[in-house]
């Protein structure tokens, strides 16, 4: 028996408004990249004056760019190259953080990665922030640690 017609009930004018938005006109959050890690900074991750470490941050956007060459090249990676890398504004503790990548390039044993990384803050009236933007190259090494080529999955 097919259900889903049952399901299917007719959409109000402003149903229909609210379901044609988009994630980013809803939270101001990337549409055309893949969130590939989600975290929160706590009181030990800032410095003196409560803003978050920059090394801390260099190392989240470091996992979160691995995500996309480790699908990819099926296996492990690891970081050769820091290519760019933009603290736009500065990053709070309690500060929601959501990491967006997209890849640049891939080459024969080496992905590069564009991450972006965002901040929500103050649930109360949600603001939604470019804190950080870098591009990592990775490359797909073998057991021994030596680079490995690049496997492209269909
Ligand atoms: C990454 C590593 C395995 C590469 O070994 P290598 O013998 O230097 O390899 P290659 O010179 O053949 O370069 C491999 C790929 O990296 C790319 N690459 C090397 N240096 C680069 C740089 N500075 N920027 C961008 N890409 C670079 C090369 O273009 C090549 O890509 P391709 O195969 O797609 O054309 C080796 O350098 C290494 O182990 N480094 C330490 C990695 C590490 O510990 N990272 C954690 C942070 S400390």
Same mark, same amino acid.
Do not use: R
């Given at each position: 028996m097919n259900l889903l017609p049952s399901l299917k009930t007719p959409m109000t004018d402003s149903a229909a408004a609210a379901a044609s938005l988009t994630p980013c006109m809803e939270t101001? #959050?990337?549409? /055309?990249?893949? #969130?590939?890690m989600r975290v929160m900074p706590m009181p030990? /991750?800032?410095?003196g004056n409560g803003d978050i470490f920059g090394g801390w941050i260099m190392a989240q956007v470091d996992l979160a760019g691995c995500v996309l060459p480790g699908r990819i090249s099926r296996g492990r990676v690891t970081t050769v190259a820091v290519n760019q890398f933009i603290f736009k504004n500065a990053v709070s503790v309690g500060d929601l953080l959501s990491f967006y990548a997209r890849v640049e390039k891939i080459g024969n044993t080496s992905i590069t990665v564009h991450v972006e990384v965002w901040a929500q803050r103050n649930p109360a009236d949600l603001q939604t922030v470019k804190v950080t933007e870098a591009n990592v190259t990775y490359v797909a090494i073998d057991e021994r640690g030596r680079p490995r080529p690049v496997r492209l999955t269909a």
């Open positions: 101001g #959050l990337p549409t /055309d990249m893949e #969130l590939v030990k /991750d800032a410095n």
